[in-house]
């Protein structure tokens, strides 16, 4: 596979942006919610995707995960296949809905329900919480996050394709 000056600059471009929003509060963004707020690291996860096809959305998803992995206090990404395997997950799925409709906006909603349907999955496959909680979270949480990154991540998609 031959890769461009575009795709490596934008590749290394969405990966800086996803460490910074993983090492500031940046990536995180009011809302209102139990939580209070919505986690957009997976923004430049479905950015990759949609702009530059699968490989670079699961790199930066790969990234996203790491840095969840390495940062978290949350026992529940202690366990780096529930904290990297959704985000790389989320690059796959947002490339093909994307692929398939495309709309950045289903591409989005796709990807930020990979992350919180994969996160949740496997926080209940490992059994480190039960069912009902694990869907709290995702109906109060995964949800309201799942609309904001969704209309962020749109208007983002729509203003990069007019300039790249």
């Known amino acids: 596979m031959k890769s461009s000056t575009r795709t490596i600059t934008i590749t290394g471009m969405l990966s800086a942006i996803a460490i910074i929003l993983g090492l500031t509060p940046l990536g995180l963004i009011p809302v209102p919610t139990p939580a209070g707020r919505?986690?957009?690291?997976?923004?430049?996860?479905?950015?990759?995707?949609?702009?530059?096809?699968?490989v670079v959305g699961m790199f930066v998803g790969?990234?996203?995960?790491?840095?969840?992995?390495?940062?978290?206090?949350?026992p529940l990404l202690k366990n780096p296949i529930i904290a990297i395997l959704p985000r790389i997950l989320i690059g796959l799925t947002a490339y093909y809905s994307y692929k398939?409709?495309?709309?950045?906006?289903?591409?989005?909603?796709?990807?930020?329900?990979?992350?919180?349907?994969?996160?949740?999955?496997?926080?209940?496959?490992?059994?480190?919480?039960?069912?009902?909680?694990?869907?709290?979270?995702?109906?109060?949480?995964?949800?309201?996050?799942?609309?904001?990154g969704a209309i962020i991540t749109m208007v983002i998609i729509k203003a990069l394709k007019k300039v790249i």
């Open 62 to 74: 790969f990234i996203f995960g790491l840095i969840s992995f390495i940062t978290t206090g949350s």
């Open 100 to 148: 398939w409709t495309k709309s950045s906006f289903v591409s989005a909603i796709v990807g930020g329900l990979t992350n919180t349907l994969g996160v949740m999955g496997l926080v209940v496959v490992f059994k480190l919480l039960p069912l009902v909680a694990a869907g709290g979270i995702v109906l109060t949480q995964g949800l309201p996050e799942t609309v904001v």
């Open 38 to 54: 919505a986690t957009i690291m997976h923004i430049p996860v479905i950015i990759g995707a949609v702009l530059e096809g699968p």
